[in-house]
């Protein structure tokens, strides 16, 4: 290793001396670490203001008056707090519907990606049957895929099975684009699960079938929070399957209904615009945050070994 | 408790033979150990007993049923694991009442048993807690309750002290023996030590490639090795075995001493012997060298006690000494095998260097 | 991998029904649709069909002599280069930040991660209102500042639409890169760094020669991740500018989307779908072969 003491900050060892012999030993090191400190601190500040501007932006304009939305130069903090844009969002507007579409749909391909993905990677992690490894690496290419690609013929099957227009479609085409998903994920889960959990199960009683209801998936729990919050926020983001596949007001989704505001340009109503900005995005948020916890017992828990 | 009997049992995977032609009769209250190294096909042959996996050919029988078909569940049989398979989300009290309840039992029944099996390894007091708030030594009893409790017909055990530390590992060790001959179960029990072998075991299965060296045992196993594998692999440190014209001669380190050490009346074959190194160990000296004579070889171990008070100088020859009824012979080349020699065949030796 | 796989009997069954639903969903919606466009792709499909008469490679041929395909090409480079760098850039930096512990750390991740979990839709509004000429916050910030002397027509001018575009995406996606860079920051085990600084190493040179070996394959591995996905990237830009103002952002999924449910011209969809397919494998061999030599390297 490099002999040359050289470190970004340090001054020769005469210096050094001098600066010890004013202000006490070790000064100059206590006073890199602190202006260390000081630049990490201010620049975290800097980067969270940056980043979360938009954000902050956002649930403050949802509470202004909608005429207040269109001062120049903008206050910043609304002159008058009022819940009106929410109010307006679920009296005039069809938002609610299409909170209770998303959320049909997302449950609904959640839940399927949950037991179909679930199943497929515990066979996958587990069985070493033909066949079965080739198929785990095939589903990886899916990943791939542009969604672009895929709607176009999607959308042929769905007209063809008259199923154009129904949240149905929406179901399964969400499932089928989670499901490599929730297969990788879940497969690395059971991995990390001890076969011999099972084995040792199966020696005290259970088939393999009751094995896997009354050890292997109380330990899984975890992974399949964690899998399904990532099918949900997928689901309920999703916008290019649903302007495809749905078109009649009573069945589109947030994305699409908000979309369809923003493309009439509705200059007169940013603020409810804005209050279902905050609306939509809280789901996601929420079950982020709840997942976090569970998140990070996880396997700690678990385990068979020491 | 019952006898097993394993019959003609063949496994293979895809091409690779992992256990070949084993028969083993096993009697009721039997404790025998399935000794040898990494991949010789232990493991295979007790998950097959336990039906975690399928034989290709033969049969597995336990007391009079023929089991080979069943699932493991309906065999009657309990295994502890080399991790303890301990259910992490269960309380050690429903660990060992999970077999229980999987039949069924429920109420007073069910709890006077799991009592009565965490009694026998004095876990009760920790009832409450969960697998991973005990200790290491602690899991295996838990294990070994939650195995008991439904009073099995045989007993399995996959190398259940390899995660104990070295000091566990010993007094685990009587406990088990203990524990096994209190309530007299068959018991398998599967290791790579030959220590542990030695000292749990009834009678020793050494098993290496697949097949089956040599069933007897402990004293059978390390005065009669079957073949050369059975006698380097028993035995620390390993028996010597020179190549002759046309055997291999053996004898094993604590039979090679100074020739002063032996009684004059026992019948000595000497070998004069030339030691390069000397490890003291307390109680004994193990001697590296080489050695000249009847049997010539480059690296030869000796163990001298020390209650020998003569000296062995190193790098000088020294007259060494061997019992005649230390000397054991086998085949040359792959089998190994053990064979007695007759007196009038020419001496299995002497490559003259 | 499990640590022992038993196979008992009964379970072949098992495994093969367990994976029949997964196996059928994906073969149903992605391997057949798969072929299915390279099978449109080769047909002249009419409006409102679903298939037509074989055309051979024409489809093909019209789509690489046409210029929109080669304006959205640009575009498309344009808008992959430009978000992903300065994702990668913002990311990193953001990264090497967060790995230190500094009190707040916790909250501050919580915030970098927001926007990757808000919907696209909404960061679209939040952004299109900010972005607005005249009502929009960002306007009246640069004007305050005197960054710029009348406002900015964002996402209105073709001169500025894929700049701002740019923006709205790296700010969207730079939270994955924070993730995928901090796990690894945070794998590095603590011992190198001691054992360097004992050694006398500065801090640049711990940078060199500790945190970028370890780094780096990630890092290019986070990026081509990017870069698939933001190649393939349709929602975000087409809510904002629906691909104009006068196809500046027109990226090529943006142009597949026209020509199949605008244009409906179906059989050049497919054509260009497949293009764009062809074109990403390209540039993932030259990340492969990237990776290779940074794994190489180590």
């Not at chain 2, 269960?90 to 229980?100: C, G, H, R, T, W």
């Not at chain 2, 009346?265 to 193990?286: C, H, M, W």
Request: net charge neutral.
């Amino acid at each position: 290793m490099n002999k040359q003491l050289t470190s970004t900050f340090s001054g020769s060892p005469r210096s050094e001396a001098g600066a010890d012999a004013l202000f006490g030993e070790g000064a100059i090191a206590k006073f890199q670490r602190l202006s260390n400190r000081a630049m990490i601190y201010m620049l975290a500040l800097t980067m969270v203001t940056v980043v979360g501007f938009p954000l902050f932006w956002m649930v403050i304009s949802s509470f202004k008056l909608p005429n207040e939305m269109y001062l120049f130069p903008p206050n910043f903090l609304p002159a008058e707090w009022t819940l009106q844009n929410y109010s307006d969002l679920f009296t005039q507007t069809s938002f609610g519907l299409y909170f209770l579409n998303s959320l049909i749909v997302s449950v609904g391909a959640t839940s399927l990606s949950l037991v179909i993905g679930g199943l497929g990677a515990y066979s996958i992690s587990r069985f070493r049957f033909f066949g079965i490894a080739g198929f785990s690496r095939i589903t990886m290419l899916c990943y791939m895929l542009p969604e672009v690609l895929i709607v176009i013929p999607l959308y042929i099957y769905v007209v063809e099975l008259g199923m154009a227009d129904t949240l149905f479609a929406l179901i399964i085409g969400n499932t089928a684009f989670t499901l490599p998903l929730t297969l990788w994920y879940m497969k690395s889960y059971f991995n990390a699960i001890p076969a011999s959990l099972e084995e040792s199960a199966m020696i005290d009683g259970c088939t393999r079938l009751q094995a896997f209801r009354k050890i292997t998936l109380p330990l899984a729990l975890p992974g399949l929070i964690a899998t399904g919050m990532f099918s949900f926020n997928h689901a309920w983001n999703e916008f290019l399957f649903a302007l495809v596949f749905t078109s009649s007001e009573s069945n589109k989704v947030l994305s699409l209904g908000l979309a369809t505001w923003i493309g009439q340009d509705n200059i007169y109503s940013w603020g409810m615009l804005m209050a279902s900005a905050v609306l939509v995005a809280i789901p996601v948020m929420l079950f982020y945050l709840l997942v976090q916890r569970k998140l990070v017992t996880g396997l700690a828990d678990g385990g068979a070994k020491g | 408790m019952a006898s097993l009997e394993i019959r003609n049992i063949n496994k293979v995977f895809e091409k690779h033979k992992a256990v070949g032609n084993i028969q083993l009769n096993v009697a009721d209250g039997e404790f025998i150990v399935l000794l040898g190294p990494s991949g010789c096909g232990k493991s295979t042959l007790l998950r097959m007993i336990a039906g975690l996996e399928m034989p290709t050919e033969g049969d597995i029988i336990i007391g009079s049923r023929v089991v080979t078909q069943l699932p493991p569940k309906d065999r009657d049989i309990s295994m502890v694991f080399q991790n303890y398979a301990l259910y992490p989300h269960l309380s050690v009290y429903e660990n060992i009442a999970f077999p229980l309840r999987m039949r069924g039992w429920k109420g007073s029944k069910l709890d006077e048993k799991v009592k009565w099996a965490a009694n026998m390894v004095e876990i009760a007091p920790l009832f409450e807690r969960k697998p991973r708030q005990i200790s290491g030594g602690q899991r295996q009893r838990c294990a070994l309750a939650r195995s008991l409790v439904r009073e099995p017909s045989v007993f399995l055990l996959d190398e259940p002290l390899s995660n104990l530390d070295a000091k566990l590992r010993q007094s685990a060790r009587e406990q088990l023996r203990d524990f096994q001959e209190r309530v007299g179960l068959t018991s398998i029990y599967v290791t790579h030590d030959q220590t542990e072998a030695m000292a749990l075991g009834d009678r020793i299965v050494i098993m290496d490639s697949g097949s089956i060296r040599q069933i007897g045992t402990p004293q059978e196993i390390y005065e009669q090795p079957a073949d050369t594998f059975v006698a380097t692999f028993i035995g620390t440190p390993p028996m010597n075995l020179i190549q002759g014209e046309n055997f291999i001669t053996g004898f094993r380190p604590e039979n090679f001493m100074p020739e002063s050490f032996f009684d004059i009346n026992t019948s000595l074959v000497k070998v004069p012997f030339q030691p390069y190194r000397a490890e003291y160990l307390g109680d004994e000296k193990i001697y590296y060298g080489a050695t000249r004579g009847p049997f010539f070889s480059d690296r030869v171990i000796a163990r001298v006690p020390n209650t020998f008070k003569g000296t062995i100088p190193l790098n000088e020859v020294s007259t060494f000494a061997v019992p005649e009824a230390g000397l054991h012979y086998f085949e040359s080349g792959e089998t190994g095998k053990a064979v007695t020699r007759r007196k009038s065949e020419p001496n299995a030796n002497a490559r003259e260097h | 991998m499990s640590d022992s796989a038993s196979a008992l009997k009964g379970d072949r069954f098992i495994a093969y029904c367990t994976l029949l639903p997964s196996a059928l969903i994906l073969l149903l919606l992605v391997a057949i649709p798969t072929v299915l466009v390279a099978i449109l792709s080769t047909q002249e499909v009419g409006l409102g069909e679903h298939s037509g008469p074989f055309v051979g490679l024409s489809n093909f041929i019209d789509v690489l002599t046409s210029d929109t395909f080669y304006r959205a090409l640009v575009n498309t480079i344009i808008w992959v280069f430009g978000s992903v760098g300065l994702d990668m850039l913002i990311g990193t930096a953001i990264a090497l930040l967060l790995s230190k512990t500094f009190f707040g750390r916790g909250i501050a991740r919580a915030i970098v991660l927001a926007p990757y979990l808000i919907p696209t839709v909404v960061a679209v509004l939040i952004w299109k209102y900010m972005f607005h000429d005249i009502v929009g916050v960002l306007n009246y910030l640069l004007l305050k500042v005197g960054l710029i002397e009348k406002p900015l027509l964002w996402l209105t001018s073709a001169n500025t639409a894929m700049l701002s575009v740019i923006l709205v995406g790296a700010w969207k996606f730079f939270p994955f890169v924070v993730l995928a860079l901090l796990g690894i920051l945070q794998a590095i085990p603590q011992e190198q760094y001691e054992a360097a600084k004992i050694d006398g190493a500065s801090a640049w040179q711990q940078f060199v020669k500790i945190t970028l070996p370890h780094v780096l394959p990630v890092f290019l591995l986070t990026a081509m991740l990017r870069t698939i996905w933001t190649f393939h990237k349709f929602d975000i830009i087409y809510l904002l500018t629906g691909g104009g103002p006068l196809d500046s952002t027109t990226t090529l999924p943006v142009l597949v989307y026209q020509k199949a449910f605008v244009d409906f011209e179906t059989g050049n969809a497919a054509a260009i779908a497949i293009v764009t397919g062809v074109i990403l494998a390209f540039l993932l061999g030259i990340y492969f072969v990237l990776i290779k030599l940074a794994e190489d390297k180590q």
